[in-house]
Every structure is written in C-alpha cells, then in structure tokens.
C-alpha cells in the first residue's frame, strides 16, 4: 500500500512538475513567481464559467420542477460527467500509461506489475475526482437543496460522488489496453491517439446532432419543448444513453428518493465499480507491460538510394523556409499538436455545415437572409472577417512554437537564422493553417450562402492580415517564457500558459477592432471602417515585429 | 580562433559560480581539450560559448567576433555536438541534414558530397530516411556530428564527443579531428577520457570548480606538476 501510494505521488508530481517548481522556490525566484502566477491565475480565469455553469444547472432544475420532471435532473448531470470523463481521460489514460517515459525507467525495478498500474490509474484519477467534483458536485447540490434533502442525502450523495469517475475510467483504460496490445497496432501509436481523440469528438458531435435534430426544424430553442420532446419521446436520449451507461438508474435509484432501498442500490453500485477496477486491473496484469516492452517499435522507411538522397537533399533553399517546413512537419507529425493546432480548421467548418445541414431553412427565410445580406454586406463581411481571425488566433499555433520544440530547442537556438526567418517560417506554419480553415469555411458556406468574388477577396485578406497581430503576439509569449522542460509533448500545450493568455488576448482584441471598425463602417462610412481596421492590424504587427526581431537573439540566451 | 576573457556564470541565485573567472585561448590548427571532474563546469562553459547560455560577466571571441556583440556572426563560425542530443523525434535523418545544410547555406554539390563521405565514414547511411525516434543513442549522436560537419566550421565543438560512440566511430572521428585542424581549423571538446585527450590534444585545460587549475601542451602540465606521470595520475592529484 505504502508504495502504491508513494509511486501515485511520484505520478502526480511528474505530469504537475512540482519538483522544478521548488527547485526554482530556491534557486530560481524568478521562473518561481511565473509558474506562482500561472497556478494562481489558471483558476481564477476559469471562475466566471464555473458561476455561468452553476446558474444554468440552477435553471435546467428550475425548468424541470415546472414539468414535474425533477427526477432526471441527477441522470442529466450523471450522464454529462461520465461523457466528459471519457473524452477528456482518453487523453489522460494514453499519456500516463503510453507516453510517459517513467514507465521505461520502473519496469526494471522490482515493483509489482499491479502495483504500478493501480498507482498510474490513481494518479488520473486524483485529477478526475477534482473535475468531478466541478461538475457534478453542483448538481448535487442544487437537487438535494431543492428537494430539502437531509443527512442521509448528504451520505449517500458522497458514495455515490466516489463511484463517478472510477467505472468509465476502468473500462475506458482497459479498452485502451486491449486495443494498444493487439499486434496489427504495434508501431502505430501516433495513429491510435489520433484515432481515440476522433471517435471522442465524433460522440459529442452525435449527442449534439441528436439533439438539434429533436429540436425539430430550427425554431427557438425552447426549453421546455426541447424536455418534452425528450421525456415523451419513448426513444429518449435519457434511455438510450441509460441503457449504454446502465448505472445511472443505479445512481438515480439511490438519491432521487431515499428509502431503504437506497442502500442496496448505492451497494451495488460500489460492487459493480469495484469489480470494474478489478477488471482493468486483470487486464492490465495480462497486456500492459507485455504490450510497452514489445510495443517500442517506430516503422521503419526504406533505404534510400544515392540518387534519393541527393535528390532529399536537395538545392540550398532559404533560412526562412527550413523554419518553416521544419516547423510545419513537427506540427502535423506530433499527434497532440495536430489535434490542438490543425484539427479545429477541420472541425470548425464541419460544425457549420452540419448545422446548415440539420437546420432546414425555409427557402423563403433564405431568400429573406440574402436579401438582407445584400443590403447590409458590412455586417456580413465584418462577420466573416472576424471568424477567419479566430482560426489564426485561438489555435495559438505561434504561442507554442519553441515550447514544442523542447529539449531538442538548443538546435534552433544554435543555429545562425536571422531573427526575421524564424519570425517569418514560424508564422507562416499559423498561416498556412489558418488558411486551411478559411478554405474549407468557404466551401461550407458556400452550400447556403454563395458569396461574390469581391466579398471572399475582402474578408480573407482583411481576415488574415487582422490575426497577424495575435499571431505575433503569441511569438512574443512563446519567446519571453517557453516552456521546454517536458518528457511529453502533451505538456508543450497542455501545461503552456502561453496558450491560455494568447487566447483570452486574441478573443478580446478581436472582439473590439471588430466592433470598433465595424461601427465606424456601419455608422461612417464602409471603407472607413475596413481601413481602420487595416490600419490598426498592420500597425500592431509592425510594433510586435520589430520588438521580436530586435529581441529573439538575446531572449535564446535565456531558454534555459 | 576561441578566445575566453574572465567569463564567469552562476545559475539563477545559487551563491555558487558555476563558472568562475575562466580565460583561455584556442589557436588555429589546434586541437584543444578541455577536462575536468563531474560538475566542473564544462559543459557551462561550452554553452556559453556556443550562444546556448549567456555569461554573467566576460568576453567570448569566435574567430574574432564577439559573441555578445554580434551572435549571429558568431554562430557562422562553429558548429556544436552537445553530450546528449536531443533531436527532433519525428523528424527523417535525410531531414534533418538538408535542414542543416539549408540554415548554414552550404551549396548542393558540398553538401552533397560531405554527407555521403560522412554518412559512408558512420555508417549510418541505410538509417537515414527513418525517423530520428527510431535511432540508438550513439546513432542520434553520429547523425548530429554529420549535421555538424555540413558547412566546414571553423571551429568545432564537442561536449563528451566519444561516449556513446562505439569503437569504430570514435577513431574515424579522431581522424575527422586531426584532418580538421591540419586544415587550419580549431577543435575545441570536453572529455574523460583522459587517455584520448592525452593522445590527441595539442593543448589541454584542467578545469575544477569552475576555475581553471591548469592549461597548456601535456609536457607544460607535466612539467609543472614534475613528474613525468600519466595524464590521470596528474589529474588525480590536481583534482584532489
Ligand atoms: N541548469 C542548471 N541550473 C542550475 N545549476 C546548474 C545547471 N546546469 C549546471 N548547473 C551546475 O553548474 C555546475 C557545473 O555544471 P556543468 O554541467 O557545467 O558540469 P560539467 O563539467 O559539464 O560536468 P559533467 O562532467 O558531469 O558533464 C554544477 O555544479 C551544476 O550543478
Ligand atoms: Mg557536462
């Protein structure tokens, strides 16, 4: 037990780094008072969702003691944190068990395989007990207190709050487990992440579809036909979904009303959790180690041959072109970089498409739409302008870019490259990429709303030129505090304050040019407006590019 | 052609300089060895002077430019093989050359020819279109050198260049070394392994603590320490 709990900690400390983080309380102040910040300010960003979660909750309960319906309001709240624990711990489970390289370093010690699994899932665990806790623990709240709950609720409520995390969890990981041993996988790790973090997608994507597709032909979302529709239906979303994840009736059974039985339930609710930890824990014993020693396989390329390599090699090309093809390659190769940075542009334009798709527009109100379009092209085009910023913004592609590189950034730091081309190659990859999701918006667009050649010319460059400064700005971010201190690439993204404050940056200036210049259009005059906005855009990014430029080769000096 | 002037660096607010006070110079056509126990400070120095790390105080001249002054002129003239590179994991050997070759603008035809020679001399020819994940330490550490070698630096410089390297690789890279500097190039790399610095070094600098205790050609050391003793015995008691 004693080194269960020691090897969870050491877990825990590995994918948090509280190691670095005292070392440098110590000798460090400075790296120090950042990470201080970052841990301070993480939480506190995330406040106002957590108060605009809270009060929709509140409101869903309120609707639902209006149709009499209270008693689905647990299941709702069950069903969702289930959801969201599988999609968000695929990734967890995959980095700890698969692509963490402690593992390598412990198979050889004398610890007990079971042991070693058991403290890997306690570590995801802790973390996916807090994220429960946000979640469901609102919930419970808002029912027992509605209901006038008493003691027993509370009691209750705690075991059942136990259980949550742990049966998607175990089966989740010991599908992964099964799936990452079977042979025809081996070598292909990259793949399967991707693979696993799509079919995640493509479950939200279908709850959501299902239920815009019940909400009939795109009238107002109102709610409680949205519940009525649900609850009458014979073929609900609550039974379908009970039905996969059976034990929300165990749950439901437990605390909508406290009886006696409730303790049964609440029973055999622990046993079935229990018994499901068990399982991953047997399964785990058979394959997880068998399946990392043998699994290690990269796959291998063929030989070249002289004439190959000289052609690989090539004629001498650009500095600012090797930044770039360089950077680009590392950004669609990693799978977590992919999934953060690329898939959105191919995510984004699909959810428009898919909800043009399911929302069937009357051909009048289309007609009507075009019409209005035509005589209001400024609201439309600042419309479009804006989401076209967003993919070059919110991607934080450029907030990233030497954090991702790592341990292996002392080469870019080495080498003799012109502060301009790193600017220049790392900012063209956000480009590229951003260009892509542009593309593929039109394409979308296009089915319901064909738009002129002057319009798509106009918001695409207005478009592109109006993220460059958010796209700088994250290069700025990313060279005064990378993060490169990582084993997994996941962290790169994932632990990168960068990310969070390009983001909250990007959204809020964007938000206000948009409305500023889109006033002045509006109210002033249309090329006003337009060139407001291509002023303040190519003044920022001239500021923010002369500061880098100026400051790149000195600030490589303080990466380490 | 490397030109050290009272560099000194302490890492973050430790009270302990890393690197304390260190001059040295490296003449052209000379191979200069730099060694010293765990912690001394080699690897500190070698980082700041190939721009990695920056100096709290002093001067670093690459064939007569001034890192600090001008860095990017400065990165032109070596070109450097950490202990333990760390490369990009995804990225083809066949890659990672034509990148080095590209940021360096070395032309077709020399790039071209130095790494078949290089590749030939390591071996690692077949290897070169798979991903750099897929490589052994030692072969990570080949394809680095080759990377290093693409524009013919004026001085090159190796941090532990011979661990990891089998047999074979470390002798062709000892001629690769001494072919280098009978060009009139510099070689400057940190070693312990005491037998080869003392084999191959033109002069050498004994480094402890972060200061140097002792620098010139194996018959100044041991003139110095009088005796006539191996280079490990002198710096073993040197070290003491
Ligand atoms: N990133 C760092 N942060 C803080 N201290 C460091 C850091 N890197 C090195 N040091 C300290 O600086 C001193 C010199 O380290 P350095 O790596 O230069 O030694 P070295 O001579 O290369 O040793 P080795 O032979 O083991 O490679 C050591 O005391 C070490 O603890
Ligand atoms: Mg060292």
Redesign the interface.
Same mark, same amino acid.
């Given at each position: 037990m004693k080194e269960i709990i020691s090897l969870t900690k050491l877990f825990i400390n590995e994918s948090l780094g509280f190691s670095l983080f005292f070392y440098?309380q110590k000798?460090?102040?400075k #790296?120090f008072y950042k990470q201080l910040f970052t841990l301070i300010i993480v939480p506190v960003a995330l406040i106002p969702a957590f108060f605009m979660y809270v009060s929709l909750m509140s409101a869903t309960y309120f609707g639902l003691t209006m149709i009499n319906q209270t008693s689905v309001f647990l299941s709702i709240g069950y069903i969702m944190a289930t959801v969201l624990i599988i999609v968000f711990g695929v990734m967890y489970i995959l980095s700890e068990f698969y692509f963490s390289d402690n593992i390598e370093e412990l198979i050889p010690l004398p610890i007990n395989q079971r042991k070693l699994i058991v403290a890997k899932f306690l570590s995801i665990l802790v973390f996916e007990y807090i994220f429960t806790a946000f979640i469901f623990l609102p919930i419970l709240i808002i029912y027992g207190v509605g209901q006038g709950m008493g003691l027993l609720y509370v009691l209750l409520s705690f075991l059942v709050f136990l259980t949550i995390p742990v049966l998607p969890l175990s089966l989740i990981t010991a599908l992964i487990m099964l799936m990452m041993q079977s042979a025809s996988l081996k070598g292909r790790k990259d793949m399967l992440q991707i693979v696993f973090v799509f079919i995640g997608i493509a479950i939200i994507f279908g709850v959501q579809i299902w239920f815009t597709s019940q909400l009939g032909s795109g009238d107002e979302a109102d709610f409680q036909l949205l519940m009525n529709t649900m609850l009458t239906n014979n073929e609900s979303f609550l039974n379908i979904i009970g039905y996969i994840i059976p034990t929300s009736f165990l749950m439901a059974w437990t605390l909508n009303k406290i009886t006696l039985m409730s303790f049964a339930w609440v029973g055999a609710l622990l046993g079935i959790t229990l018994l499901s930890g068990a399982l991953m824990v047997a399964i785990g014993e058979r394959v997880y180690i068998k399946s990392i020693v043998s699994g290690q396989? %990269?796959k291998?390329?063929?030989? !070249?041959s @002289?004439a190959e390599?000289?052609k +690989? =090699?090539? *004629?001498?090309?650009? @500095?600012a072109? +090797?930044?770039f %093809? &360089?950077d680009l390659?590392?950004l669609l190769? %990693?799978p977590v970089y992919f999934f953060n940075n690329v898939s959105i542009v191919i995510i984004a334009p699909l959810c428009i498409w898919i909800s043009f798709a399911f929302i069937e527009i009357p051909p009048e109100d289309l007609q009507g739409m075009q019409e209005f379009f035509r005589g209001m092209p400024i609201l439309i085009n600042f419309l479009l302008i804006a989401f076209f910023v967003f993919f070059g913004g919110t991607s934080a592609t450029t907030a990233t870019t030497f954090s991702r #590189? @790592?341990?292996?950034s002392?080469?870019t730091? &080495?080498?003799?490259?012109?502060a301009r081309d790193q600017i220049v190659g790392r900012t063209g990859v956000a480009m590229l990429i951003q260009s892509l999701g542009i593309f593929f918006t039109i394409i979308a667009i296009q089915f319901i709303f064909p738009l002129t050649l002057s319009t798509l010319l106009l918001t695409v460059v207005l478009g592109i030129l109006g993220s460059l400064p958010i796209l700088l700005f994250g290069l700025f971010m990313d060279m005064n505090r990378p993060l490169l201190n990582w084993d997994n690439p996941q962290k790169a993204i994932k632990n990168n304050m960068n990310v969070v404050i390009t983001l909250f940056v990007g959204m809020a200036y964007t938000g206000l040019l948009i409305g500023f210049s889109g006033l002045l259009g509006y109210f002033v005059n249309s090329l006003l407006g337009y060139g407001v906005f291509l002023l303040i855009s190519i003044g920022i990014s001239v500021v923010f590019y002369r500061v880098i430029s100026n400051r790149l080769? %000195?600030e490589?000096?303080?990466?380490? | 052609m490397l030109k050290l002037e009272h560099v000194s660096k302490t890492? @973050?607010?430790?009270n302990e300089k890393a690197v304390d006070d260190i001059s040295f110079d490296v003449y052209p056509g000379e191979i200069f060895g730099f060694v010293g126990p765990n912690g001394a400070g080699k690897t500190t120095t070698i980082k700041m002077i190939?721009?990695? !790390? +920056?100096p709290n105080s002093g001067k670093i001249t690459i064939n007569g430019i001034d890192n600090q002054h001008d860095? =990017?002129?400065a990165?032109?003239q070596f070109s450097?093989v950490?202990d333990n590179p760390?490369?990009? #994991? *995804?990225? *083809?050997g066949?890659?990672y =050359? *034509?990148?080095?070759?590209?940021?360096?603008?070395? +032309?077709?035809t020399e790039?071209?020819e130095r790494?078949?020679q290089y590749l030939d001399i390591f071996e690692i020819?077949?290897a070169?279109?798979?991903?750099i994940?897929?490589f052994s330490h030692g072969m990570k550490q080949k394809l680095a050198l080759v990377g290093a070698l693409i524009h013919d630096p004026q001085v090159f410089i190796l941090d532990e260049p011979m661990v990891g390297l089998d047999p074979k690789a470390s002798f062709e890279l000892k001629k690769i070394m001494r072919n280098h500097c009978d060009r009139g190039r510099s070689v400057f790399f940190s070693t312990h392994v005491l037998d080869v610095a003392e084999k191959i070094c033109d002069r050498i600098a004994i480094i402890k603590k972060g200061r140097i205790i002792e620098v010139g050609t194996m018959a100044e050391i041991r003139e110095k320490a009088g005796s006539q003793e191996s280079l490990e015995n002198i710096f073993l008691e040197l070290t003491e």
């Open positions: 440098n000798f460090n102040k #790296e396989i %990269t291998k390329s063929k030989k !070249l @002289g390599r000289s +690989a =090699l090539g *004629k001498k090309s650009h @500095g072109m +090797a930044v %093809t &360089m390659r590392l190769r %990693t #590189e @790592g341990k292996a002392w080469l730091r &080495m080498i003799p490259v012109t080769e %000195t490589f000096l303080n990466f380490e | 890492y @973050g607010n430790k190939v721009s990695l !790390l +920056a860095i =990017l002129g990165k032109k450097y950490p760390e490369l990009f #994991e *995804k990225i *083809k066949i890659e =050359l *034509k990148f080095m070759a590209d940021v360096y603008q070395v +032309a077709a790039r071209q790494i078949e020819k077949d070169v279109n798979d991903p994940g897929s």
